[in-house]
């Protein structure tokens, strides 16, 4: 069967380049949001958020009317629901955002609809998410109580996509495809076919939501390993990049970078849906979340020392000493600033010393409010380079690693090992 329309909820950072795909693809897409100002913004073919390629597709599929966005869903065929899955409190998984998409497409789901759970989820959500639409539409059946027979089919598939390349990558991915019965699955792997050039690899739905978090928990304990050997190799007086460059000649080694912490909203976020889950099973992945947690703390400690030979080697005041903190952003070459080791360490230096930090990030024009109430002043990189005390490499966008600082006098702090 072939879907002529869908309806996506949530336009973040997966849910509108997810219906902007279909929508180039032959498929009437009508997107959901409940931020009037993305939905305006999308229906005049704009984006309000920062993905290379998207623009120009929203664009495109806007103005040939495949694509349009509302603030409540319409009848379809199938049902993507693409919204966040935050904490409450301390690491609890909070799934109020996909109970909520539940209650806004109950009233317009039909017999033989498909709805998928793209969010990346602890393990028995998509279970629960059928439960919640069971309960909103009694008198329509679901996989929990006919299974194979189910008027609804209800599957999870997870987004895989790397911030920065997702146009390519949700082209060419395999996708996991995790239905609540094999009908479910079958469904939806017919669903992602229509522009997925990757395997659509089919599975139960848990195992699809734990496959989802367990490559996320992968990349951090293996960040946490790197960010761990360069503590310890910083102790022992040995360099950490030429370290992991020669462990990695072995065939079987390949060790990650280390760098001022972890950022994101998925790999610092994912790991704890499963500790939360197996608080008492999960001791490595839970051991990585805090090795990397504590990466920005260790980062701090650094500079204070730093900050102390600067004042020592200038005949300077500590309070004169001027920081100049480069990169903000949570990885290289890119803009996004939200959940970003390297922001937090900046903030926390304005605090510990007021007036003396700038910042360097080519990716942006001004500084987030709360780094201006902080007095932090966006500069320009050769400004930090011949002017600053101390040099604070947080972030290894492109503009630094092309600079010279031999002729900086500036004490370094180099988390990324690019100014060997
Ligand atoms: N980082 C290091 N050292 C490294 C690699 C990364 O310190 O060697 C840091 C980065 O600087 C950043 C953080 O880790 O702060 C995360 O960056 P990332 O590039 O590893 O990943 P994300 O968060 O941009 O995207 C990840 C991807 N997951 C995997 O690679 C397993 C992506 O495919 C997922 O779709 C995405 O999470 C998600 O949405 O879950």
């Given at each position: 069967?072939?879907f002529s ?6 336009l ?6 997810t219906a902007?795909v ?7 897409v ?28 929203v ?25 966040p ?10 799934l ?16 033989g609809?498909l709805?998928v759970?793209?969010s ?19 008198d ?8 194979e ?6 599957a999870?598939?997870?987004?895989r996509v790397l911030p920065?390349q997702?146009?390519?990558?949700l082209?060419e991915?395999?996708r ?7 009908k ?10 229509t ?6 690899v089919?599975?139960n739905?848990?195992?699809a ?10 990349r ?8 761990e050997?360069?503590?310890?190799c910083?102790k022992l007086?040995?360099?950490v ?12 080694v390949?060790?990650l970078?280390p ?5 994101g909203?998925?790999?610092?976020v994912?790991p ?18 805090l090795v990397?947690?504590?990466?920005p703390q260790?980062?701090?400690g ?9 004042s020592?080697?200038t ?5 004169d000493?001027?920081?100049?903190c ?15 080791p ?15 930090v700038w910042?360097?990030?080519?990716n942006?024009t ?15 990189l ?20 092309s600079a010279?600082i031999?002729n900086?006098?500036?004490v ?8 060997k």
């Amino acid at each position: 069967m072939r879907f002529s329309k869908i309806c996506v909820i949530g336009l973040g950072y997966i849910g509108l380049p997810t219906a902007t795909v279909f929508a180039q693809h032959g498929v009437n897409v009508v997107g959901v949001d409940v931020n009037k100002h993305a939905v305006e913004t999308i229906n005049q073919g704009k984006i309000h958020i920062i993905e290379p390629d998207l623009e120009q597709a929203v664009a495109q599929t806007v103005a040939q009317g495949s694509l349009k966005a509302t603030m409540t869903p319409e009848a379809a065929e199938a049902f993507l629901v693409c919204v966040p899955t935050p904490f409450k409190g301390e690491y609890e998984p909070d799934l109020s955002y996909i109970q909520a998409a539940c209650q806004s497409i109950a009233p317009v789901l039909q017999k033989g609809n498909l709805v998928v759970l793209e969010s990346t989820s602890p393990v028995e959500t998509t279970e629960q998410m059928a439960k919640w639409l069971a309960e909103y539409r009694p008198d329509l059946s679901f996989p929990q109580q006919k299974r194979e027979d189910s008027d609804i089919r209800v599957a999870h598939c997870p987004e895989r996509v790397l911030p920065g390349q997702v146009m390519r990558e949700l082209i060419e991915n395999d996708r996991i495809i995790g239905g609540l019965t094999n009908k479910c699955s079958q469904a939806a792997a017919n669903l992602y076919r229509t522009f997925v050039k990757g395997e659509c690899v089919i599975t139960n739905a848990r195992t699809a939501e734990m496959s989802k978090l367990t490559e996320n928990s992968f990349r951090d304990v293996n960040i946490a390993f790197a960010n761990e050997l360069s503590i310890i190799c910083d102790k022992l007086n040995i360099d950490v990049w030429e370290l992991i460059a020669l462990a990695n000649r072995h065939p079987r080694v390949n060790i990650l970078q280390p760098g001022c912490g972890v950022g994101g909203h998925c790999i610092a976020v994912d790991p704890w849906f499963i500790v939360h889950k197996t608080p008492d099973l999960a001791k490595i992945i839970h051991t990585a979340r805090l090795v990397n947690d504590y990466k920005p703390q260790w980062v701090i400690g650094k500079v204070n020392e730093a900050i102390i030979a600067a004042s020592q080697k200038t005949g300077k005041g500590v309070a004169d000493i001027k920081i100049a903190c480069l990169g903000l952003s949570f990885k290289a070459d890119i803009d996004d600033l939200r959940e970003s080791p390297a922001l937090k360490i900046t903030a926390q230096l304005a605090d510990k010393y007021p007036n003396q930090v700038w910042a360097v990030e080519p990716n942006v024009t001004a500084l987030p409010q709360k780094l201006i109430d902080k007095n932090i002043e966006l500069v320009a990189l050769n400004q930090a380079l011949q002017q600053a005390d101390v040099l604070v490499l947080l972030v290894e966008h492109k503009e630094f690693k092309s600079a010279s600082i031999t002729n900086s006098n500036a004490v370094v702090v180099d988390t990324k090992g690019i100014w060997k």
